[in-house]
Every structure is written in C-alpha cells, then in structure tokens.
C-alpha cells in the first residue's frame, strides 16, 4: 500500500479505537443522534489522488464548514463590497456572541461567526426568494465537489429554525443597525439550509480543492476564484475558522481550517492537498476532538 493511503488507513484504525472522544452536539436532536464512535478523513492531492479512510463515505451535517463555500460564493457576487458588512478580524469570543455585535455596531467580526455568515446569506439573497439563494449554494457546492448527490438534510434545517432563537436575535439586531438588506426570516432561511448541508469526507475534500490549489479546480484547470482571493480565504480559514479556539488551532496545526459542530473539518494544505476529518465528538470550543488532533498530528 502507498505510504499516504497507509498512514490514513493507520489513522482511521486507531481513532477508531479512541475512548475520549469528546461529545457529540445536542442542541438539535438530529446531531445528538449520531454515533460518536464514527471517524472518517479523506484527502485529494492537487495531482489528482484521493484517499479515503474509515467512514470517509459517510455524509454528516456539515454545519459551519459550508460557510467557506457562501463566503466564497457571496466574494464571487459582490467582490470587496462584503467587507463593508463584515470584518475580518478573530472574534475572541464564542461563536454566537452578541455582546461583540454591540460593540461593533452591528458588523460581524468575520464571515465564520453566526452573524457574518447571517449577513453573507444575506447578501446571497440579492433580492430572490431563499428558495432560489439555497438552490444556488447547492449546486455551486456540487459543482466544487464534482458531484451531484450532495443534497440538504431538510429534518436538520427545519430544526434549526425551530431552536434558533440566539441566530434570531443575531439576525434582528443586526438588521436594526441597518446591516441585513432582506427580512431577518428570509437571511435565516439561506443560513438554516447551507448548515444543513450533509457531505461525506470525500465530497468535503473535493469541494475544497480550489483552495489548496490556488482558486482553480486541479482536474479541470478551471478557475473557481482567483489565486489571491484563495489565499485570502484561507488566511480567514486560518484565523476565524475554529470559533474561540482558532488560536489554538493555528498555533498547533497551522494550516487553514474549518469545522463545524457536526464534528467536521475542512483542512487546506496549499500547494498540496485539501483534507476533511469527520469525527462527531466535539470538545470544549465546539471543535471536532479527534479531528483537529489528527490534523495537528498529520503536520508532524
Ligand atoms: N447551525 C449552527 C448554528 O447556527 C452552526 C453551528 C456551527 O457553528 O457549526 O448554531
């Protein structure tokens, strides 16, 4: 066996095996149903080779992680305007603060809190219905993966509404300093639906590609965003993308990442590969436990 297909193979075997794996999110019930005991990774080369190991073909709602894909998206729409309406500084704080929100007058510290990315759905929006808006995300999440079985766990995002009051008061207090343009409802609505994409690690590590290769696709050479709007994406990954604990993360990994409370992680090694990691169990910042200890491993 190839020594990188060996080494995830060995990864997989022994996450497996690991006790202390943190716990699994249960603020929607959908979550709090999924065995912990799972643990998947997946990486795609930028010369085309992609290796899967453990539960790497299983989907799991991958929450935050797809706001990497709306930020993206909302970039390709509106350019440099988007940061009129968020920053792009670490928050310091958790991840559905509001207190910070007061403070700043109603601008998101950066597109991978809850309020940037309520705001960045927002400006998904442009005046269509959410329908339209999450039509949209989705397939532009396909078409990154090269697949189109993707879909939206709709038991998830109708329960996401219905337990989102925190995103609610982020929305309504947002749009009270001016800062959402459509009905706090209708940004709720794109939000809701992209968190409740499910992918499995392969397709998450497809998806990713773009961004370990400098803004194109490596299969077909086409250009998903430039090469400095990857970079910058990934200094944002590298800086916000694990809530209060991205700090942390940059220190030990140290390269850009993205997780999200269904315990995965999108992982950028530029130049080189995109990784995903899929390990329920969270710990105490709301990152995957065994994922992000994998990726910090896996740099040595
Ligand atoms: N849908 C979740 C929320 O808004 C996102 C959680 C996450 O950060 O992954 O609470």
Redesign the pocket.
């Known amino acids: 066996m190839p020594e990188l297909e060996q080494a995830l193979a060995e990864v997989a075997a022994e996450m497996t095996e690991r006790s202390d794996r943190g716990a699994v ?1 249960t ?2 019930p959908q979550l709090g149903k999924v065995d912990p005991k799972k643990f998947g990774i997946a990486a795609v080369t930028n010369d085309g080779r992609l290796i899967l190991a453990g539960n790497a073909e299983e989907p799991f ?7 990497v894909f709306t930020l993206t998206l909302a970039l390709g729409k509106v350019g440099d305007a988007l940061w009129q309406r968020v920053g792009r500084e670490p928050s310091g704080n958790p ?2 603060s509001i207190v910070q929100l007061e403070h700043e007058n109603g601008i998101p510290r950066n597109p ?3 309020a940037g ?1 309520i705001v960045v759905s927002d400006i998904l929006l442009a005046g269509h219905q959410p329908r339209e808006a999450i039509g949209e995300i989705l397939r532009f999440v396909q078409f990154l993966a090269d697949d189109d079985t993707i879909i939206i766990d709709r038991e ?1 995002a109708a329960s ?1 509404r219905a337990t ?1 009051y ?2 609610f008061a982020l929305a309504n207090y947002m749009k009270s300093f001016g800062n959402l343009h459509h009905e706090p409802e209708l940004a709720l609505g794109v ?2 639906h992209h ?2 994409i499910a992918m499995s690690c392969r397709q998450l590590a497809m998806a990713g590609r773009f961004l370990a290769n400098g803004g194109r696709n490596p299969a077909t050479g086409h250009s998903v965003v430039s090469t400095e709007r990857a970079r910058r994406i990934g200094a944002l990954m590298l800086t916000c993308g694990h ?1 209060d604990g991205s700090g942390d993360f940059a220190f030990r990994v140290g390269i850009p990442g993205k ?4 315990g995965g992680i999108l992982g950028i090694v530029p130049g080189v590969a995109s990784l995903a990691v899929w390990s329920p169990g969270l710990n105490e910042n ?1 990152n995957s436990k065994l994922g992000s200890e994998r990726l910090r491993s896996s740099r040595g």
Request: aromatic share 20%; with cysteine; proline share 0%.
């Open positions: 999110a603020y929607i709602s991958i929450q935050s992680v797809s706001k991840f559905n991978f809190i809850n990315a998830v996401e989102g925190r995103n939000y809701f968190c409740a809530y997780s999200g409370v269904g709301g």
